[in-house]
């Protein structure tokens, strides 16, 4: 008699890899093995350091959670047909993580002694688990593991083999901007040029020849030590002879040529050689720079850069930064925060080079806003810009002159974000639109009528501007103004219930049969828009949730329903849900906007796998019930 339950079991696990590349005798052996396991929710499925388990677990309904024991931080969320438990299994290893039941779930327990031999067999089923067995999670597709368990390299790691060895042909840029002194120059008047010029290092050049270079460290361990006094000449603490290579030096070279002389600075000449002409400088920070994307890298060169056009490049690097850290499955979390700072720290330099740029300093002290997806901290993409100046109430007679010279300013900054990829916002949100640079006086009385008269524009215009971040300038305009919103909505909590219908706006992301509810018309037409029907449902839910408790500092929306979760605890589980649900669908369009390379706003469907679309679909589940729980706290008529 033919087993119906093994066979179900087939017909589950052959929609789903790596099954999927099992011969249908393989695949109908397995599942006459498997164990069918039901699991409460909190249950432990296996321990942190536990010795690994007979079986690996495919979850055939529910979710499954992997955390380190005792970590409110998920690292991985598990749902209906996705793997976990493999890898330490395979590698003869204790477990990483903790796995533990998200919600009421039903797992297959598949024996590895019948599994291991067919995967070893079977080069769709190896090729899979090369990419999975990179961690401990279960499928992060993470590309520096890949070809670790098995001997035959892949055609990536092959790829990325020959990445490296592109170093070794790669020439480095280098400074071209060359401060000189001479030999005679005082120690005293050198430190001031490195000051004034904001540089490590200084060449001491002699009939047009470098003959020497004086650094940071040769000031700190000659003149601070007080080996040598501030009025010796530049000849007595210069390094010399001064280590010399050609222009076509490449990266491997320049990082080799630094260790072995165990020095920072390298002088580039025409020839190479100390009898021609210096024609640039090379630092160790150039080299580190090109090596790799590295935060902190990155956060020097950004504050290094003297002209916005140098900034450009440094936001290319971002992005791959980010493409690295989705590859490396890093916690969305995490990522968010680094890119966010990355960003945060781009913005600033140009408002730096900005206000070098205006004839005068402000004339009253400002804060510059950003708003939106960019306020919240999850602007992973280049996107447009939103963003806002308050400036200091000044007396009524020279308002006109200040207005004027804070647009004119606002004017330089957008002007050099569009210039690194930040598009024009269509709507002009902008603080060069004369609406969004306002007094601080100014932005209270605007304000105030948003929340006093909150009709359909006033909604969407305090939706966008509630989720401001200060980047830069007077810390004290900002919570001022925050002072005043949170008093005014006090006032009138009917503001509230508007907010929360405008939190209703976006229908449902499926409709009948849960299919995909799609773009009807438009460019755009029969793709799905998953900025409109999935993230904003809940950011705009959790913003008008947090608002309501009165929390002014915090506005990414993971985030604040964490917050949440802390403030009512009967609804802890809904508020998680949706914690996570906003880092995985921000996760994925920021994924999907790295593949076609857009902002991933509009997905077309047909690209998407069967994976994909149930991953979609179990975030549809957490919208639904936070917009009732919307719908309930601020009593309004189910739409």
Known sequence: MKNTISQRVADFLKNYPPFNGLKKNDLQQLSEEVTILYKEKDSIIFSEKEPGHQHFYVVHKGAIALAKSGSTTIVDMCDEGDIFGLRPLMANENYELEAKAHEESILYAIPITIFKPLALENKEVGNFLIESFASNTRNPYSKSYRGKLFSENTAEQEKQDSSLKLLDLQTVQYSKN???????????????????????????????????????????????????????????????????????????????????????????????????????????????????????????????????????????????????????????????????????????????????????????????????????????????????????????????????????????????????????????????????????????????????????????????????????????????????????????????????????????????????????????????????????????????????????SINNTSERFEKLAELEPNNKDVYLACSYASKALLKFRTKQGLAHNDSGRFINLNTLSKEEKIKLKRTFKTIKEIQELVTLRFQLKTM
């Not at 430190?191 to 460290?217: C, E, F, R, W, Y």
């Not at 320049?254 to 002088?267: D, E, G, P, V």
């Not at 920070?285 to 790799?292: F, K, R, S, T």
Request: contains cysteine; proline residues 5%.
């Open 178 to 552: 060359i401060i000189c002194c001479t030999p005679r120059t005082t120690v005293k008047k050198v430190a001031q040029i490195m000051t004034s010029k904001k540089i490590g290092a200084i060449l001491v050049v002699k009939d047009k020849l470098p003959v020497g270079i004086i650094t940071d460290k040769d000031l700190r361990n000659k003149i601070v030590t007080g080996a040598y006094p501030i009025t010796a000449t530049a000849s007595k603490v210069m390094t010399s002879p001064v280590i010399t290579y050609p222009k076509t030096l490449t990266i491997t070279q320049a990082q080799m040529a630094m260790m072995k002389s165990n020095i920072s600075h390298l002088c580039l000449t025409k020839d190479g050689t100390v009898n021609t002409k210096a024609i640039g400088i090379l630092s160790k920070h150039d080299v580190m720079v090109a090596l790799g994307n590295n935060p902190a890298v990155l956060i020097k060169a950004i504050k290094r850069a003297k002209k916005i056009k140098h900034i450009k490049p440094i936001r290319a690097s971002i992005i791959g930064l980010l493409r690295g850290y989705l590859d490396d499955n890093i916690p969305m979390t995490l990522i968010s925060k680094i890119i966010s700072e990355l960003n945060d720290a781009c913005l600033k330099q140009v408002i730096k080079i900005a206000l070098d740029k205006m004839k005068t300093p402000p004339p009253v002290n400002f804060a510059w806003l950003t708003l939106g997806s960019q306020g919240r901290s999850e602007q992973m993409l280049h996107t447009d810009q939103d963003n806002a100046l308050i400036f200091e109430d000044v007396p009524e007679e020279i308002l006109p002159k200040t207005t004027t010279y804070f647009l004119d300013l606002s004017t330089l900054v957008t002007k050099g974000l569009n210039s690194i990829g930040y598009e024009y916002c269509p709507a002009e949100m902008m603080a060069s639109n004369p609406k969004w640079c306002l007094s601080l006086s100014e932005w209270k009385k605007t304000t105030s009528h948003w929340i006093i008269n909150p009709g359909v524009d006033e909604v969407l215009l305090s939706s966008i501007f509630f989720d401001y971040n200060l980047v830069y300038g007077d810390v004290n305009l900002v919570n001022e103004l925050s002072e005043h919103i949170f008093y005014t909505v006090k006032k009138y909590p009917i503001f509230f219930v508007h907010l929360a219908k405008g939190a209703l706006q976006n229908p449902s992301p499926t409709g009948f049969f849960r299919q995909f509810l799609v773009e009807q018309d438009g460019a755009h037409k029969d793709s799905f828009d998953v900025k409109s029907r999935a993230l904003r449902p809940l950011t705009d839910a959790a913003r008008v949730l947090i608002l309501s408790h009165s929390i002014k």
